[in-house]
């Protein structure tokens, strides 16, 4: 059952700190104790991750490939999702519709999503079942079979998810109409659920070149952990994957974008919600870069826990907000970070934004405290901790590391790095980048 | 000496897997299967009725605890919301700790802390559990009940409200309740803006006295802890806690209509439909049933291998995904299908729904269909025990419901012994065909023609399930 993905938050606010939490965790998560892992190339450059833990007896194999909605034609949007749920239709020795058969027929569970950036699949299994693992993601990137009737079936299944998802869903439009304006000119202008035009457009055709050039070994990095020998584990990979053949390299396009020069605002109105809504979005750097890891702890410090500022403040003491929420969205290239509010008791949404924006400033000018930055210590850490506890999370994140930073040993480094920021370069990154001339409010309106 | 040669021998194996071409056309086979094995947690009984439960796990550097006070259903009545709000008072403040000074105790150590009305919940790392475990208790133990912070929590009630007004999600989960269980069962009531705008701060203090409590209260600690340090902290903190005296609520029986019925909400904004077939069913955990229907539904509506998602989603398209589930337990609940359809394909949805029913309803499975799910749930148990708190949950679902004692070490066993025969028989039994309930949220003049021609009873409700009188 192949999902679309996101980061989205959820208005229920009971929730909203573990949402909070869950965001930055993903693309960080670390532990204290250092993950192992063994990695290295197959001679047609599919690369290997291979993290051994037998507390239980579970396996998770994964494969990511470096292809998403930012690798799509503008004319095409929502394609590489939808390719994803074809990825599910069989092989040239599976019928259609075996491929959910034969891993729940063994005791196992699957998925994939993809995102901006990458696509990822995965199976968890009892470990004695790791070969099937191999073959089923092997069948997939060798000879996967796509046929009109599979590109029929899912055009209507992925219009649903995205019915459910976005168009059915109390605030479901927000990230759309932020990212539009935001990324005007890079293809995270996007949402990798597409638009329906454009997914009754795709046509077998353009699948199999989108194959072609995208799912090759050479784009993928293919990441078991769990109960395994590794020295076996090893022998297996080969038995199934030496004989993809490599493709030619991916060349990704690159997307330079201007700053943006003064605020842009707009207004959204949703049929499904009857309290409004406030965002304000900021175009930050991407993953890689250090001052996106500081912009992390500055929502932790604006809305991380019942005690951070923004909560305490509007939620708590004036009960203006219903909900308020400071997150970064995290991308390959760039990222968003966006601040919102729902509000209480009819309370104004320009109230709000004059409210969220006083505890922004007050971040530009003065340091935070030293007990707030232990504080923010303490979280990460304990996040960072709660992260890794299961095979497949464990398998994304050294996913991750490798196909987006550059580094599988990425979750390793990660609370070393939080440790290293300091007060003040927290204080400055907020300056260089959350400033109003160079932002998106979106005004979340109930239609009709 | 002895690794190296086992190396050397794999090699040897490699290069003549190599030299002959795979034949992909063979899955390969499983290797041997795991040993599957749990510890039982270690249990001990407080004088006050809390039962603490320890699994010991030093794989991380983190505790997390959990009180569950088992109360069991409680019926509201024209105060529905007092039990929710009650939870959302006991995150205000103590009476020695303001929100904000609590809040920041938390925050400080980078812990998680979270009460409900029916327990609490704690997570922290090793070296600040204790400290993290004592404010959770001080949370449940003396609440201070500040009167703004109630206000605060009812206006927010009233806003959530309103804020899932048009959610067609909402509407369907409410709606599908209060119709199958009615409005004077706890299952089925739901909170309304006038019945939050009746409770006072003092329907709160009541309530917490007589369900805050550590009468059939269970404290789950899992993680980086030793059962005996677990015990200690558990009498520092509760030892001398004493509170009213719980008794399982016995509840009247409610039914199934005689005949199935459509019961139809109009949401005009809806793209999609909430569609839901259900019915009512006792199926408690020690039934002689409940291995056979857990396979039974697996084989319905389980995921994506089971025939809802084959049929609705992969053969139709009519929906991202369909499902069904069996609750069991104490006392009634449901089995329900759902899915969520566009609007325009609701009626076909309906009759495909029910195909699949009285197919389960009225032929075998076959062999293959039958040892496919039995394999899911072989696995899924390997897989569960990736979660150190399940073992947790086995021994509290033993005594909760009092099974027999090696309920989980034989629950494979009992589930690889149901035939085609049993499956047969407890589809007819749990899941309805004649007398069950269809309730479809969504937008009603879309598919109300098409479902007209069904020949089903068709009834329409509003969106606070009170039905609307002929138009």
Redesign the interface.
Known sequence: ?PTWFTYKKD?N??YK??ITLSLSGLFLCA???QVKFTEYDLANGLHVILHQDK????VAVSVMYHVGSKDEDPQRTGFAHFFEHLLFEGS??MKR?DF??????????NNANTSQDRTFYYE?????????G??LES?RM?HPKIDDAGV??????V???K??RM????YGKFAENIFSHLFDGHPYSWQPIGSMAHLDAAKLDEFIAFFKKYYAPNNAVLTIAG?LDI??TK?LI???F??VPIGVPVIKGTFELKPIAKQIVDTVYD?????PAIFAAYRIPGMKSRENKVLEMVSTILS?????RLS?KM??QK?TA?EVAAFNYTLEDYGAYITLA????NTPLNGLLTDIDAEVTRLQSDLITE?EY??L???????Y??A????IGVAESLANGYTLHKNTNDLNEQLAQVKSITKEEIRDVARKYLTKDQRVVLYYLP?K | MKKIFIFAVSVLFTQAAMAQKLDRSQKPKPGPAPAITFADPVIYDLSNGITVLVVENHKLPKVSASYSIDAGPITEGSKAGVIGLLGGMLNEGTVTKTKAQFDEAVDQMGAEVALTSGGGQVSALTRYFSSAFLLMADALRNPAFPEGSFDKLKSQSLTNLKSTERSTTAISGRVVNALSFGLKHPFGEFETAQSIQTITLEDIKVAYKKYVTPSRGYLTFVGDIKPEAAKALALKAFGDWRGSVLTFPVLDKVSNPAKTEVDVVDVPNAVQSELTVTNLIELPMSSPDYHAVLLANQILGGGADAKLFRNLREKHGFTYGAYSRTGSGRGQSTFSATASVRNEKVDSAVVEFLKEITIMRNERVSPEILQNAKNLYNGSFALGLENPARSAGFASNILINKLPKDFYRTYLQKLNAVTAADILRVSKKYFNHDNSRVVIVGQANQFLPGLKKTGFTIKEYDSYATPIVSK
């Open positions: 059952m208005k606010m009971r700190f573990l532990s204290a104790q507390t239980a007896p579970v040239e020795n519709g959910m058969k034969i891993v729940s027929s063994n005791g196992g569970q968890v299994f009892p470990s004695n079942q790791l070969e099937l191999l073959w069948e060798l029929k079936t899912q055009r209507e299944v219009k649903e998810e019915r459910m168009d059915n869903k109390p109960d020295e076996n022998i080969a038995k199934y030496n004989e049929a499904n919600i009857q309290i991380g826990g019942g005690s951070s305490t939620v708590d009960k219903l729902l509000p209480n008791n007990s232990t504080k210590q303490n979280q990460f850490e304990n996040g901790v709660s890794n506890s299961k095979m239609k």
